[in-house]
């Protein structure tokens, strides 16, 4: 039962730690898309 826990901890800061990187390149792909966007709008 320890070691099923002990590993559960180590997955959630695992996917924690993952969750954090996926919202942040999420983030940057919006942020980027956003950008292109505008530099069309603007450009056009």
């Not at 993952?18 to 709008?41: D, G």
């Amino acid at each position: 039962m320890a070691l099923i826990t002990g590993n559960l901890r180590v997955f959630s800061k695992l996917s924690y730690r993952w969750r954090l990187r996926a919202y942040f390149f999420f983030a940057a792909f919006l942020t980027k898309e956003n950008n292109m966007y505008l530099i069309k709008k603007l450009t056009c």
